[in-house]
Nanobody, 115 residues
Framework: QVQLVESGGGSVQAGGSLRLSCAASGSIFGILHMGWFRQAPGKQRELVAGVTSGGSTNYADSVKGRFTISRDNTKNTVFLQMNSLKPEDTAVYYC?????????WGQGTQVTVSS
């Protein structure tokens, strides 16, 4: 089993920045993909950003140029640097790791952006 622990959420004013972290522990033998998702009240969970084991990244159009995903393979950790935050970025953010055919999710961390 793999456990994911997220940190770094909080409240910030529009234009501010936050950095999320998600660290994996447990039975880790090769994490293929690390990603961040978010879910706002009344909306479906959506992919925000992802990074493969080779370092290729992809982003939702709504966050391109503002968010940056990165990973530290030595620490099995993924980061999401969020700059120029907007009220519409308010959501619960979840990390997800893919290892083999298994998907593992973090517990979620709240990000609130006020105008």
């Amino acid at each position: 089993q793999v456990q994911l622990v997220e940190s770094g959420g909080g409240s910030v004013q529009a234009g501010g920045s936050l950095r999320l972290s998600c660290a994996a522990s447990g039975s880790i033998f090769g994490i293929l993909h690390m990603g961040w998702f978010r879910q706002a009240p009344g909306k479906q969970r959506e992919l925000v950003a992802g990074v493969t084991s080779g370092g290729s990244t992809n982003y939702a159009d709504s966050v391109k140029g503002r968010f940056t995903i990165s990973r530290d393979n030595t620490k099995n950790t993924v980061f999401l640097q969020m700059n120029s935050l907007k009220p519409e970025d308010t959501a619960v953010y979840y990390c997800r790791f893919i290892q083999g055919v298994a998907h593992y999710w973090g517990q979620g961390t709240q990000v609130t952006v006020s105008s």
